[in-house]
């Protein structure tokens, strides 16, 4: 079995390349983006300010969220910040399940995800979570990294921060328009946003290299990566409505590995 958490950045600028780890930060343990089987790694700024929903193994110890920028690491006494995972005792589940029939999924309770910032000046960051991690069946992440060698297995926060696994995100809709060849198309064609789908991003940018979900069963929502899509968070917008039209492209994978507005003179604006 797996475990599934959303590790975000809430603060600090480095534009890194990130990786995010689970156990150790060595070859072979890098975390998977959930629902795909492409290692966390890479990963932009923008990516981790927005939200990165992984997968780790049930017998992972710790997810280390790591900066891999050769000059960050020269520079500054540490590049990782790593988060206990423990397996207490048997919690009564109580995720809010992945959206079906169209349902749109409700956030759970104080389960805002917040990652821990690696320092831009040099300074050293002190973990502890800001919200309560809803348990798994078979293992409840330890919500409270108190400073001491026992901390206690509860949810208080401590003020400070630190990337805090989270086993259920936030979901957020959007509304896509059939594929086109020539994104220009969106600009002399009205094509409308109907298909209603699903992104644990609730910005446009915070999509890129993020599963995207059909809003009916929660399956993956795939396309051709040569492809455009309008992309709006209105249903039935028309893409000439917005100027510059939003696109994005979606792989075979069901991941958003393009994103960004339509120059309507020729070509693309790519964030």
């Known amino acids: 079995m797996a475990r599934h958490f959303t590790v975000t950045l809430t603060s600090g600028t480095n534009i890194g390349p990130y990786t995010i780890y689970h156990t150790s930060s060595t070859n072979g343990n890098?975390?998977?983006?959930?629902?795909?089987?492409?290692?966390?790694?890479?990963?932009?700024?923008?990516?981790?300010?927005?939200?990165v929903?992984?997968?780790?193994?049930?017998?992972?110890?710790?997810?280390?969220?790591?900066?891999?920028?050769?000059?960050?690491?020269?520079?500054?006494?540490?590049?990782?910040?790593?988060?206990?995972?423990?397996?207490?005792?048997?919690?009564?589940?109580?995720?809010?399940?992945?959206p079906t029939y169209g349902?749109?999924?409700?956030p759970t309770p104080n389960a805002t995800p917040v990652a821990t910032p690696?320092?831009?000046?040099?300074?050293?960051?002190?973990?502890?979570?800001?919200?309560?991690?809803?348990?798994?069946?078979?293992?409840?992440p330890n919500a409270t990294p108190a400073p001491t060698p026992n901390a206690t297995p509860n949810a208080?926060?401590?003020?400070?921060?630190t990337p805090v696994p989270s086993s259920t995100p936030t979901m957020h809709s959007w509304y896509v328009s059939m594929e086109r060849v020539q994104s220009v198309d969106f600009c002399t064609t009205n094509y409308l946003a109907s298909t209603h789908i699903l992104s644990v991003s609730a910005t446009?940018?915070?999509?890129?290299s993020n599963p995207v979900y059909y809003a009916s069963d929660g399956s993956l929502f795939?396309?051709?990566?040569?492809?455009?899509?309008?992309?709006?968070?209105?249903?039935?917008?028309?893409?000439?409505?917005?100027?510059?039209?939003?696109?994005?492209?979606?792989?075979?994978?069901?991941?958003?590995?393009?994103?960004?507005?339509?120059?309507?003179?020729?070509?693309?604006?790519p964030y």
């Open 30 to 51: 890098q975390a998977l983006l959930y629902g795909t089987t492409n290692q966390a790694t890479g990963l932009t700024l923008a990516q981790v300010q927005g939200g």
């Open 53 to 98: 929903l992984i997968t780790v193994p049930d017998n992972a110890t710790s997810v280390i969220f790591y900066n891999d920028n050769t000059q960050f690491i020269s520079n500054c006494p540490t590049n990782i910040v790593e988060y206990p995972l423990s397996s207490g005792p048997t919690a009564t589940p109580s995720a809010t399940p992945p």
């Open 103 to 106: 349902e749109t999924p409700q």
């Open 118 to 140: 690696l320092p831009t000046d040099g300074s050293t960051p002190q973990p502890t979570p800001d919200a309560t991690p809803q348990p798994t069946p078979d293992a409840t």
């Open 156 to 161: 208080t926060p401590v003020p400070s921060s």
């Open 204 to 208: 446009h940018g915070g999509m890129l």
């Open 222 to 269: 795939t396309g051709s990566p040569a492809k455009f899509r309008f992309v709006s968070s209105v249903q039935n917008l028309g893409s000439t409505d917005l100027t510059p039209p939003p696109y994005l492209n979606i792989d075979q994978n069901g991941i958003v590995i393009d994103v960004g507005t339509v120059n309507c003179n020729g070509g693309e604006n």
